[in-house]
Every structure is written in structure tokens, then in C-alpha cells.
């Protein structure tokens, strides 16, 4: 049976923060459960994706620039849950921002 050790990411409509955990699975089931932390997003950030939300901002919901700072943080900050916690993982799942 083969093993794939997987990270997920997800965030809220809450904008609070970038979930991450740990999983292992042969694809079908989920054979452990391991690591999770939640990475809270800087006030400026969670404040910006709010406004967007809300359409409160003169540019709503994801334009480039903001796709890719979203991207970016969680290329931060999954490389730092993988490095902290030494994993080695054979997929990423991210679902982007939940709006």
C-alpha cells in the first residue's frame, strides 16, 4: 500500500489566519492524523482580505497582486511548518482564499 504524506491549507472567511496540518493516507483513507499549527495573519493583511470581502475596497475580492500575496504567504509559512516540524511531503493541497 503506498503512503502519501500530505500537508492541507486552508483559510476562512474569518481571515484570521492560515490553517496547516499534517496527514498521511493511501489516497482513500486517512490513516494518521500528525501536526497542525495556525498561523495568524499580520493585522494589515487579515484587515485587507476583510475589506475585500466586504466589498468595502475601491478593487473587490482577488486581483493579481493580491492572489500572489496570498500565494506567497503560503509558501512562507508551509516551507517553515515543513522545516520546523521536519517533513518531508509528497503533496500540498490549498484551496486559495475562501471568500
Do not use: W
Amino acid at each position: 500500500m503506498t503512503i502519501y504524506r500530505v500537508i492541507g491549507c486552508m483559510t476562512g472567511t474569518s481571515c484570521d489566519g492560515l490553517d496547516l496540518a499534517y496527514i498521511e493516507t493511501n489516497g482513500a483513507d486517512i490513516l494518521s492524523f500528525g501536526l497542525s499549527e495556525t498561523i495568524p495573519f499580520p493585522t494589515e493583511y487579515s484587515n485587507l482580505l476583510r475589506d475585500r470581502i466586504n466589498l468595502r475596497a475601491p478593487v473587490h475580492f482577488m486581483d493579481s497582486e493580491l492572489s500572489k500575496t496570498i500565494a506567497d504567504f503560503h509558501v512562507k509559512y508551509v516551507e517553515e511548518f515543513m522545516i520546523n516540524n521536519q517533513l518531508t511531503v509528497d503533496a500540498i493541497g490549498f484551496h486559495g482564499q475562501a471568500v
